[in-house]
């Protein structure tokens, strides 16, 4: 039988698989004829039933009752996957709810193939974690184990933005000195590398790879720094309370601003207190309305409101955002200057990643011929002029931005798993 291997993208945000059958790489359509996937899951209350992406999405702004939970890869590395959490009122722990998802994802592939596919390369940010070498491994570990449970004999990794370069790659005429820049729902990651058509059958391009970097910065940060500035002081973000004039807490608002932290909020406890501040609050208009979407449940779809803008304003000076399953005919007007000043921080965090990419592989800024955009986080206006302010004499790069990263673990795929496959398992 032909060894069929793939490659995965488990994104933050987005998920999609593509295959080498034979020397023919392609994109698996993974929903509803589409390459990528939503990282979503809803687990439907009467039996813990899963449903995925798209279609777990939509049950939960239907309203239908159940558990819904997106942002799966930021646990990976974290205490939470020891601790896990409570689904429709039983246990269940981070392992089993991602390798549901992507089980669900590798039966598309297999579907595709036509048979159970048994090598896979999985990606991995540069650093699931900052700062902390032993959850990074811990991360990619857990990983691991996953993709073993679900059907995979044959693993190996590698970085994100290495993928993402070897997609472009192949479509390259002459050689050029590429920085990737990869910016996902949880992550940015940086590689310097130098790119050539006839490169891309090389085993090994360890000596083109000149650099990687990254950082725990992403689209989910621009999400909850847009709704801390916009959104939540219209639910009484920094009010006060009291005699003493005191701040409202600010942990609910900052907890409602983060996917994968919205859930739990919804406990008798922490709508007790908030009730107890409404009676104190000085704002009791504003203060209500975060009341009534924990009394709700409504968070989520408030965090969508905020993703919305957020993608609403990559083309868009102004944004009338509606929050209507708050109260009626409530509308947030925001700004992209509003959104651009929120985020400044996160940018230079991702310029200075990028900065140090190009240290470390020493090259100059002017050294770069060509940029490759990848990941939606990469359609912000600001990202977008960071860049060619960093960048002013390189070609730009920026198509496939959802499934580019897959397409380059599939061609990885085929060099690592083509000819004489083993098992490798460390990392990059």
Not at 137 to 151: S, T
């Amino acid at each position: 039988m032909t060894t069929i291997s793939c490659g995965i993208d488990f994104g933050t945000s987005n998920t999609s698989v593509a295959i080498d059958n034979n020397g023919e790489i392609s994109l698996v359509p993974v929903e509803q004829g589409s390459v990528t996937i939503p990282s979503a899951i809803f687990f439907q209350s009467i039996d813990n039933k899963p449903f995925f992406g798209r279609t777990a999405v939509n049950l939960f702004f239907d309203r239908k009752p159940g558990r819904f939970m997106r942002s799966l890869k930021r646990v990976l590395g974290t205490s939470l996957m020891k601790h896990g959490t409570i689904v429709n009122g039983s246990s269940m722990n981070f392992a089993t709810i991602i390798t549901s998802f992507l089980r669900h994802v590798k039966a598309k592939a297999d579907a595709v193939a036509g048979q159970e596919i048994e090598h896979v390369v999985m990606g991995r940010p540069v650093h699931f974690v900052d700062n902390d070498p032993m959850a990074d491994a811990q991360a990619q570990a857990e990983l691991k184990a996953i993709a073993e449970r679900i059907g995979f004999k044959y693993i190996d990794f590698q970085f994100e933005p290495i993928a993402a370069a070897f997609a472009h790659e192949a479509k390259l005429n002459g050689e050029k000195l590429a920085i990737v820049a990869d910016l996902g729902g949880g992550t940015s990651d940086f590689t310097v590398i130098r790119l050539s058509n006839k490169a891309i059958h090389k085993p090994d391009r360890s000596s083109d790879i000149l650099a990687n970097t990254g950082i725990r910065v992403g689209g989910n940060d621009f999400d909850k720094e847009l709704s801390l500035a916009a959104i939540m002081p219209e639910l009484g973000y920094r009010s006060r309370y009291g005699d003493k004039q005191l701040e409202v807490p600010l942990k609910p608002f900052h907890d409602l601003a983060e996917w994968s932290k919205v859930n739990f909020l919804y406990t008798p406890k922490v709508i007790m207190q908030t009730r107890q501040f409404l009676h104190q609050s000085h704002d009791k208009k504003r203060y209500r309305r975060l009341l009534k979407v924990l009394e709700d449940e409504t968070g989520h779809t408030l965090l969508a409101a905020a993703e919305g803008a957020k993608i609403a304003l990559s083309s868009q000076n102004e944004h009338r955002a509606a929050f209507d399953f708050i109260e009626d005919d409530f509308f947030i007007t925001i700004k992209r200057a509003l959104f651009e000043a929120a985020i400044q921080d996160e940018v230079e965090k991702i310029a200075a990643s990028a900065t140090q990419c190009l240290r470390e592989a020493g090259v100059r800024n002017e050294d770069i011929d060509l940029v490759i955009l990848t990941g939606g986080s990469t359609e912000v206006h600001s990202i977008q002029a960071e860049f060619k302010r960093l960048f002013p004499k390189a070609e730009i790069a920026d198509e496939n931005k959802l499934s580019s990263v897959g397409l380059g673990l599939a061609y990885d795929s085929q060099h690592k798993f083509g000819k004489s496959p083993k098992q490798t398992l460390i990392a990059p």
